[in-house]
């Protein structure tokens, strides 16, 4: 649905719905995101005996909740990190330690009091993306739930992931390309969502961390927790070196193609692939489980060419040694290498500047050197260990860190 060509006062009434979550019409659109699992037959999160309990919780986007909880288990094992997430509609959700049905999240009152009581019994719980952790209790109020947490005793941090923290109107006075100016992207909600979130995690007081690095503009006081990809599964050892004066293998995978910018780009990928020059293969529809073949057998993937920043999916394919090609900004770049002392790899191109890249690497008869530094960076700085590092300095040893007198976790403060 296009939200910019229905009338005003309908998205107003949209708007106001979501807004009103725990009245009449609130509770009646909850009802239709699915009744809940028959009761009890839903788990709550268990934790294993440890002086450091965190949950994660509740989107679990690209996986990420669930790589952060292994890579804080990795890093001490005196945590014990969990992640839920609710079930996406469609079987798109991520593994996750709890996935839980959407209709159970939403609508089962019994789940939701069971998981807060599990929450309770940790020691620090990360608040995703501005979303409350335990469904529609307490009116379904991020606030509240925090509150109730802290009274509890417990630590509560936030992590933004994307557009629940990257401001529409100064997105698009930072990037002449940003795709907020398009016009499939309803931008008043957007802002308002946005500012109510940056307003909401800013006023809390509380450690505020983002995914990528271009959400610092938004978030100044925050923490970047990269994040991570499993090295072991998306890496090509084998990988064939292309031969000579072989087409260059193109891949593009766009999740969302208005924000990839995926239209803007691909006159010149029609154009080159005419030519001979590249042998390129657009990724829609592909199970997961095959993505690390087909960056395996890619020299380069153009990544995103509006957002100005990079994701899960450009680290996949470096971690692949594939090349990543995007429209980065000199913010993004600049806070990479303050955080890890290295240079982003991706190489710099904008739908103007793609064919000059794309012909330049063509002209290369090995690739070998860029893969390896591609390689490398993911290594270093998405492998978990910044991201466990960046949790541990800035929340969980922090001066109001909560854990049990048992032991401390290695690493953090003696009390």
């Known amino acids: 649905m296009n939200r910019n060509r229905l009338p005003a006062w309908v998205n107003r009434w949209i708007d106001s719905l979501a807004d009103a979550p725990i009245s009449v019409l609130g509770k009646i659109a909850a009802r239709r995101l699915g009744r809940p699992a028959p009761l009890g037959s839903v788990p709550a999160t268990e934790f294993a005996d440890a002086p450091m309990r965190v949950l994660i919780a509740p989107v679990n986007y690209a996986g990420q909740g669930k790589a952060w909880a292994r890579a804080l288990e990795k890093m001490d094992p005196g945590i014990s990190a969990r992640n839920m997430a609710m079930e996406v509609p469609g079987g798109f959700a991520f593994d996750a330690d709890l996935l839980v049905p959407v209709g159970t999240y939403h609508n089962d009152a019994d789940w939701q009091q069971r998981q807060f009581e599990a929450a309770a019994s940790a020691t620090h719980v990360l608040i995703e993306a501005e979303e409350p952790p335990f469904g529609r209790f307490m009116g379904r109020s991020v606030a509240a739930q925090a509150a109730a947490l802290s009274a509890r005793g417990l630590s509560v941090a936030y992590l933004a992931h994307g557009t629940d923290a990257r401001l529409p109107s100064r997105h698009i ?34 450690p505020v961390f983002v995914s990528t690095p271009d959400l610092l503009v938004d978030l100044p006081h925050a923490t970047w927790c990269p994040v991570v990809v499993d090295l072991d599964r ?16 193109v891949v593009h995978a766009p999740s969302v193609a208005a924000y990839k910018g995926t239209a803007m780009i691909m006159p010149t990928i029609e154009r080159l692939e005419a030519e001979g020059l590249i042998e390129f293969r657009l990724i829609q529809g592909v199970p997961s489980a095959e993505m690390p073949a087909v960056f395996a057998g890619a020299d380069v993937l153009l990544d995103q ?18 090349l990543a090609i995007g429209q980065v900004s000199a913010q993004v770049r600049s806070a990479v290498q303050e955080a890890s002392g290295l240079e982003l ?3 710099e191109a904008t739908p103007d500047s793609l064919e000059q890249v794309l012909r330049g690497l063509a002209a290369l008869s090995d690739l070998s050197a860029q893969a390896t530094r591609s390689i490398d960076f993911v290594r270093t700085v998405h492998d978990g260990r910044m991201s466990a590092q960046a949790l541990r300095e800035h929340w969980l040893a922090a001066p109001d860190a909560h854990f049990d007198d048992r032991k401390d976790p290695v690493g953090a403060p003696s009390r």
Request: glycine share 8%; hydrophobic share 45%; net charge positive.
């Open 234 to 249: 998306w890496a090509a050892p084998n990988r064939a070196a292309r031969p000579s004066a072989a087409p260059l293998r």
């Open 173 to 206: 006075d930072g990037n002449p390309l940003s795709y907020y100016a398009d016009e499939a992207v309803y931008l008043p909600r957007a802002e308002q969502l946005a500012a109510r979130n940056i307003a909401f995690v800013t006023d809390s007081g509380r």
């Open 305 to 322: 060419f509006r957002a100005g920043s990079y994701g899960v999916a450009a680290c996949e394919a470096m971690a692949a040694g594939c």
């Open 345 to 347: 790899p991706i190489l």
